[in-house]
């Protein structure tokens, strides 16, 4: 089975713009979640997609974004970029069937604002 | 809000030793979830272990194996037989039933050394 993939790996993008990202989960697993990570806060949690839909949130603003399709892929997208969005973002899948299941990590895409 | 405290940001373990990384959390959930994440340098996010709060047996794979005290809300990791392939940044987290968030402490650091 392949892996979680996450394109591009890595991005530069300046002040102002705005940047979408892409997860492609393991085939079969319907959760997508996002995290954020940083040197100064770690790993922080962003959104959790099941089926097209928010499962949950974290704590980030509105410029965030985030959105799942039919085939269980999903796309987050940061508007109006800041230098403080500077990060590797992870993207992790995993099944529904039960909890406390196995997430998934990919290899993350890193995002440099200038 | 669940939190997640690794205290120690650095290790180091002479090859073939034995280490313990230590992990405290703070919840008001009964039925929870641990996990210690191990993520190598410049690779993917790997799950080591996992333990199901309401089971008192501390989980255990080959080298790995915690030492799960739910009263005290700690939940260290032991690697036994450090090899250099073990060197990375150990992640400990946290997740409720509620959805697949993860709360992840700081993580720790370890260099296992020849």
């Known amino acids: 089975k392949a892996g979680v993939t996450q394109t591009p790996r890595y991005l530069i993008k300046t002040r102002g713009q705005q940047v979408t990202l892409s997860c492609s989960p393991i085939?079969?697993?319907?959760?997508v979640s996002w995290y954020q990570q940083t040197p100064g806060q770690g790993l922080q949690f962003l959104f959790e997609?099941?089926?097209?839909?928010?499962?949950n949130k974290g704590n980030f603003p509105g410029r965030f974004s985030g959105r799942q399709f039919s085939n269980s892929r999903s796309e987050m997208n940061v508007s109006t970029l800041e230098l403080g969005d500077s990060a590797l973002y992870l993207c992790?899948?995993?099944?529904?069937?039960?909890?406390?299941?196995?997430?998934?990590f990919g290899p993350g895409t890193r995002l440099t604002v200038l | 809000a669940q939190t997640v405290t690794q205290s120690q940001p650095e290790m180091s373990v002479q090859e073939a030793e034995t280490v313990t990384l230590s992990c405290t959390y703070d919840?008001?959930?009964?039925?929870?979830?641990l996990f210690w994440y191990k993520q190598p340098p410049s690779r993917q996010m790997i799950l080591v272990i996992r333990?199901?709060?309401?089971?008192?047996q501390n989980a255990t794979e080959n080298r790995f194996s915690v030492n799960f005290q739910k009263a005290a809300k700690s939940f260290s990791l032991k690697i036994s037989d450090s090899q250099l392939g073990d060197t990375a940044m150990y992640f400990c987290?946290?997740?409720?039933?509620?959805?697949?968030?993860?709360?992840f402490g700081g993580g720790t650091r370890l260099m296992v050394k020849p």
């Open positions: 992790a899948s995993s099944a529904w069937d039960r909890l406390g299941n196995e997430q998934f």
């Open positions: 085939s079969g697993h319907r959760s």
């Open positions: 997609y099941f089926s097209e839909t928010q499962r």
């Open positions: 919840t008001s959930e009964n039925n929870y979830y």
């Open positions: 333990q199901e709060a309401y089971k008192q």
């Open positions: 987290a946290f997740k409720d039933n509620a959805g697949n968030m993860l709360t």
